[in-house]
């Protein structure tokens, strides 16, 4: 419902959580460049935490949490859950989902800026790993089957949700459109 209300918005398809490390959610947000150009998902999620977390339990409190994205995160965002402590990240959709999408931006800043098409997924600071890969690698079972037809609903979700975006975005005065 969050990301559905901030496309209806004008905002992109990104979200993020933050999960305690009963894996109870802390916070979830979505989108929100309308409001701030640096307001992607994950930033406005650490963003909406850090609000709500007292600066001298932000430390352990993100180390002991798991970051769950809804794409891949981008040079910017990944680097912000680095700064801010996480260093399990979870996402659901890579980078191929993002560029199919219609938004290649992750990728193709990467690349114009440092002339890497990614970042290093597991390095000192944190480990990522894509929630869809994780899902491919479970033994066959009822479970995995579920897992898989759960993700297919949800990536129907969201294509029709970019598919909106890029429908409305031109007309949109609250977009900026950079890099669009």
Known sequence: PKTRMSVQAGNKVFGAAILNSDLSCSVASTNAETDCPLFHGEVKCIYDWSKQTPACDRGPAAMSSVFLCTHEPCCMCVASILWSGF??????????????????????????????????????????????????????????????????????????????????????????????
């Not at 390095?123 to 089957?145: H, V």
């Not at 909106?164 to 975005?169: A, F, N, P």
């Open 87 to 180: 260093n399990k990240i979870y996402y659901w959709l890579p980078y191929e989902t993002t560029t199919a999408q219609g938004i290649p931006h992750d990728v193709d800043t990467m690349h114009e800026l440092w002339g890497v098409t990614g970042y290093r997924r597991r390095n000192k600071y944190f480990a990522s790993a894509c929630l869809q890969t994780l899902i491919g690698e479970l033994e066959d079972s009822d479970a995995k089957a579920s897992l898989e037809a759960q993700s297919r609903r949800l990536l129907a979700s969201y294509d029709a949700m970019s598919d909106q975006y890029h429908e409305e975005k031109v007309n949109n005065q609250e977009n900026s459109l950079v890099l669009d």
